[in-house]
């Protein structure tokens, strides 16, 4: 497998490029579960671990360990030290849940290609406390969004 350079810091804003999730309702699950499912469902993928060169930018461990930013899903979504290149926004669209993925246009069509494969429910199936009645209170549906 061949390293894609990318770059050490890419500008990403609402104005960048993006993959849109549709949800049906209801979302038994909190924003935060969905963002985490998110990644963790791309971990499957094998793009996320297709290697790239940065220019050696790191992040950092609490404990000042430094963090690689070795492979595509580390670029993309970051680590501990290191924002990563993502912004997830969500919104209510017509009674449904949104999300917008937003990543930098210089990112490399494997991104795309990444984000692409994911589906309202694979993100779900990845969803550590979907229907988890504790947590109904902070559910999106509950709230009716973000």
């Known amino acids: 497998m061949s ?4 770059p050490a810091r890419a500008h990403i804003s609402r104005g960048s490029d993006f993959v849109e999730y549709v949800f049906p309702a209801p979302v038994e699950t909190f924003w935060d579960d969905i963002c985490t499912a998110t990644r963790e469902a791309c971990k ?3 793009n996320y671990h297709i290697p790239v060169d940065n ?3 790191c ?3 609490d404990q000042n360990e430094v963090i690689p930013i070795n492979i595509l899903g580390k670029w ?5 030290g290191y ?4 912004l997830l926004d969500p919104e209510m669209r017509d009674g449904q849940f949104v999300v917008r993925f937003y990543f930098p246009n210089e990112a490399p069509p494997e991104v795309r290609e990444m984000l692409e494969t994911l589906t309202p429910e694979i993100i779900r199936k990845n969803c550590r406390f979907w229907g988890n009645r ?3 209170d902070q ?3 509950t709230r009716g969004g973000i």
């Not at 390293?3 to 990318?6: D, G, W, Y």
């Not at 993309?76 to 501990?80: I, K, Q």
Request: net charge positive.
């Open 139 to 141: 559910w999106v549906s």
């Open 59 to 61: 992040g950092r461990s």
């Open 134 to 136: 504790e947590y109904e």
């Open 44 to 46: 499957r993928h094998p």
């Open 55 to 57: 220019g050696g930018v």
């Open 76 to 80: 993309l979504f970051g680590t501990p």
């Open 3 to 6: 390293t894609l350079n990318v």
């Open 83 to 86: 924002k990563g290149h993502k």
